[in-house]
């Protein structure tokens, strides 16, 4: 595979999870995660468990949590059979109480590695830069964590 390849198929993963935590697929979040951790966390199922635990979603729109999950500006290293990325994040969130606003900002920073399935996560972190209004996204209160 050629370097561009990689690129654009680790850059695509960083897009996936984005589309399936959007449509509240937290069971894809956790497949897709699962073969490494996500903050410490290990395990799919551990993985779509925090997910559900933590984040909202409306029944009356197709059980979704009614945000957009903006991945931006991916920068991807590749060395041979493992890679990293580090990109910016934004979320948006409109619902019936809020209007349509951003409501965090941050940085990830994957790792990654390919076998013969292809690319998957290997690690991701979060930094939580900047956060809105929350209330409507999450089922806990996140200055709790400082």
Request: aromatic share 8%; proline share 3%.
């Amino acid at each position: 595979m050629s370097v561009l390849t990689d690129k654009l198929a680790v850059t695509e993963l960083l897009y996936r999870y984005a589309e399936l935590i959007d449509a509240g697929d937290f069971d894809g979040v956790g497949e897709l995660l699962g073969r490494g951790n996500f903050m410490g966390v290990a395990g799919s199922q551990r993985i779509a468990k925090l997910f559900a635990a933590t984040t909202r979603r409306f029944p009356d729109h197709d059980n979704t949590p009614r945000t957009r999950h903006l991945v931006l500006n991916p920068i991807v290293d590749v060395d041979g059979g493992t890679a990293s990325a580090r990109s910016t994040f934004c979320v948006v969130q409109r619902t019936d109480s809020i209007a349509l606003q951003p409501i965090v900002v941050g940085r990830y920073a994957d790792s990654f590695a390919r076998d013969e399935h292809g690319w998957h996560f290997t690690e991701r972190t979060v930094d939580v830069e900047m956060i809105g209004d929350v209330s409507d996204h999450l089922l806990m209160d996140p200055t709790q964590f400082g």
